[in-house]
């Protein structure tokens, strides 16, 4: 095999060796990345007066067949590629001649490999805020048709107080809402442009990196070539942003494989969106909510896998730092193949409000019944003994909270006929007014808000 290196060894790499060490299965999808870095290199070589106006032109015309090669999916990889670097410079001699030769003057793969994977990285950020934004669509519409739809609330998963199912979709509204933010600030530690650091130590031809930098659509170069050429920040970041927005789908995911269960009955997946038994006829099975739940973990794998790989290393590059692109890739598919999925299942469940209200029994609102003798003057944490004591006496006749005698209510404190008023859902839900809250009034407030968030940006 050639490579870019062969001058100071006597024999060709082993081929299992070969095969440990070529990056070309995975790097290939810098190709288009790659053939823009050396573009804009060629250019910023020729300002350099490194080479002559007709070289340049010659190596981008070049450069610019193998672009429209890989486009149209006509690039042919030889045997002796090493990596996407090695495969375009290769196919750039075979086009160009003794030309291509002078391109790699004063860059390292070490910096043209970084400068690639930002690049690739700058192109990937609103691919994903994009597929994000598409579920947190889906969540926002569900809300507006959902604005008195009453859902069991629950802590501990046992059920705890009455919410809106509009209130429950926008929770999972704000949390990829936050994923989509990260992204966006993660967009500038990405924007730093390494071209030009060489090897390590810089380069020595007359670079000017700040417009390299810009014309390759970076907002600066790096300032340190030691940190630019090593520096892999973005990736964990990356991988962080990735791994904490597939918990968020995993716990949407966990939700929706409950909701969906005949004991809960509050959710029915299309048909589209389901899968069934091969043994069992009758069922329909959440699978594609359980991969994402499964797929969140694979995830957190990959940032951690990624961060062990960082830790040892020393100064400068390390061979290591070439297992950043496979987690990058694999989180990257893995979120793009996830976020549209859940999107169109939830856009097509069916809602079943009946068994959503019904799950609310009147226990759920032991904290109105504390509220409401707060609200006769009682000091809160006696009103909520009290009313502990009500949930007792309820419970040791058989009855439901709602059900207790007047009689009873007023054996145990200042309760008066008025107290069933509490038992109202939706009265209790409409209390809970302030900034936040769960009553119709706040959600819609709510609504208001996270459009903005959605139109502005
Ligand atoms: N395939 C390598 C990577 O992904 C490219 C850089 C190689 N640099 C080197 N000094 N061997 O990191």
């Not at 095999?1 to 810098?30: C, H, I, V, Y």
């Not at 959902?146 to 609330?153: A, E, M, S, V």
Request: a negative charge.
């Amino acid at each position: 095999m050639t490579t870019l290196w062969g001058g100071r060894f006597s024999t060709k790499l082993n081929e299992q060796a070969w095969a440990l060490n070529t990056s070309l299965p995975f790097d290939r999808r810098l190709a288009l990345q790659d053939v823009r870095g050396s573009i804009a290199w060629a250019g910023a070589l020729q300002k350099a007066n490194v080479l002559t106006e007709t070289e340049c032109e010659q190596i981008v015309d070049g450069l610019q067949a193998v672009e429209k090669e890989f486009a149209e999916k006509a690039f042919v990889f030889a045997e002796s590629d090493e990596d996407i670097h090695t495969a375009v410079e290769r196919r750039l001699g075979e086009l160009i001649g003794a030309a291509a030769g002078k391109l790699h003057t004063g860059r390292s793969r070490n910096d043209q490999v970084a400068t690639d994977f930002r690049s690739w990285m700058l192109d990937s950020l609103p691919l994903l805020e994009d597929a994000i934004k598409g579920l947190q669509s889906v969540l926002l519409a569900l809300a507006e048709a959902h604005q008195t739809t009453l859902l069991p609330g629950y802590t501990h998963l046992q059920r705890a107080q009455p919410v809106t199912f509009a209130h429950w979709l926008l929770s999972h509204f704000w949390s990829l809402q936050r994923d989509r933010e990260r992204l966006q600030d993660l967009r500038a530690r990405v924007a730093l442009c390494p071209l030009g650091c060489g090897a390590l130590a810089g380069t020595a031809f007359p670079i000017d990196r700040a417009a390299l930098a810009q014309s390759l659509g970076f907002d600066m170069a790096s300032p340190n070539s030691i940190d630019g050429i090593s520096d892999r920040d973005f990736v964990a970041e990356y991988l962080f942003c990735c791994g904490l927005c597939g918990v968020h789908l995993s716990k949407i995911s966990e939700n929706i494989v409950l909701f969906t269960t005949a004991e809960f009955g509050f959710i029915e997946l299309s048909d589209a969106y389901s899968t069934g038994s091969s043994l069992m006829p009758q069922k329909k099975n959440p699978d594609l909510f359980e991969l994402a739940r499964g797929k969140a973990g694979t995830m957190i794998g990959l940032l951690t896998g990624f961060m062990a790989t960082l830790k040892g290393l020393p100064s400068t590059y390390d061979k290591d730092l070439q297992e950043d692109k496979v987690p990058v890739f694999q989180a990257t598919d893995t979120l793009l193949a996830i976020l549209p999925v859940l999107a169109g299942a939830l856009e097509t469940m069916n809602v079943n409000k009946e068994r959503m209200s019904a799950a609310i029994d009147a226990s759920m609102l032991a904290t109105d019944v504390a509220d409401y003798l707060v609200r006769k003057g009682m000091p809160f944490r006696e009103a909520h003994a009290v009313t502990g004591k009500a949930v007792r006496a309820a419970a040791e006749k058989g009855l439901s909270l709602d059900q207790l005698p007047l009689s009873e209510w007023q054996a145990l404190g200042p309760f008066e006929a008025d107290v069933q008023q509490v038992f109202e859902v939706l009265k209790s839900i409409e209390k809970r007014n302030a900034i936040g809250g769960t009553s119709p009034q706040s959600v819609k407030n709510q609504i208001r808000i996270a459009k903005l968030k959605i139109k502005g940006d």
